[in-house]
């Protein structure tokens, strides 16, 4: 694997420019029966260069359509966003996206899916071929660039959609929910894997999860959403020292973070429901 003199210590400072802006986005939808169903509601949130913010939420709560929003995939309904001072009218060659499934190509091997990109724009390069062995490499895949998805576990089909996302060089990265399907070991490894990367990349990155801990382990602010309609119910600091690790979750102020956002979930749960 390659290594980096780089390690999270080093992670520049966040800058304190917004490299995202939302502002006043409401999104809603027409179902098939013509009823008119807000998934957000007047969402104002600022991302700045080189941050991590993680974002919570009940099921249905907007997460996901507010990621597309920032993907460029779904259109707002009214408000604006802003990507690096434009504002964003479809998908930017800048902004790489991670889903919950790794949605790889089944008859391309491990290598042509983290070409994928590159290769739908007729680049052929032995440059390209080389960038795309090197995240291989970095990520502890190199080994298995000619295998084919179906050989690899759930968590190394995931580094692999994590190194075609990187392909794009993005400023911005969207991981919507990535390692929900795992089992906990295999999660808690990318976890690690996941800061080491952002961390000597420096990459802007937008996260959905339904898991605080990871949540909190993971970011630099935790962005906490209320049911339907989603609006940010408020948003935390996480004001615990980099680099971290596993032994992070032992700190008695990731625990109090943890039950912070826990007690928002309560106080916003409807009678009866539970979080």
Not at 24 to 41: I, M, P, R, Y
Request: proline share 5%; net charge neutral.
């Amino acid at each position: 694997m390659l290594t980096s003199p780089v390690t999270e210590t080093d992670r520049p400072a966040i800058a304190s420019r917004a490299l995202i802006t939302i502002e006043n986005v409401e999104k809603k939808f027409a179902t098939h029966s013509g009823e008119v169903v807000t998934a957000l509601a007047k969402v104002n949130l600022d991302i700045k260069e080189n941050e991590f913010v993680s974002v919570v939420g009940p099921s249905g709560c907007g997460k996901t359509t507010l990621l597309r929003i920032l993907a460029g995939l779904t259109s707002v309904t009214s408000g604006t966003v802003k990507c690096d001072g434009e504002i964003l009218r479809g998908p930017r060659s800048d902004v790489g996206i991670v889903f919950q499934q790794a949605l790889l190509l089944p008859w391309n091997t491990v290598l042509d899916n983290v070409l994928l990109s590159p290769h739908l724009k007729n680049d052929r390069s032995e440059a390209t071929r080389w960038r795309a062995e090197r995240w291989l490499d970095f990520m502890g895949l190199a080994d298995f660039g000619r295998k084919y998805p179906f050989e690899l576990s759930g968590g190394m089909q995931q580094r692999v959609a994590i190194c075609r996302a990187l392909m794009r060089e993005p400023k911005v990265l969207l991981m919507d929910e990535p390692f929900g399907a795992l089992d906990a070991m295999t999660r808690e490894s990318l976890n690690v894997e996941l800061m080491r990367v952002c961390s000597e990349e420096k990459k802007t990155v937008l996260f959905i999860t339904h898991s605080i801990p990871e949540a909190v382990l993971l970011g630099d602010r935790v962005v906490v959403m209320s049911p339907r309609p989603g609006r940010i119910s408020e948003i935390i600091d996480v004001d615990i020292a980099r680099p971290r690790s596993l032994k992070t979750m032992a700190d008695t102020r990731f625990g109090e973070i943890c039950d912070r956002i826990r007690t928002i979930f309560g106080s916003e749960a409807p009678t009866g429901a539970s979080l």
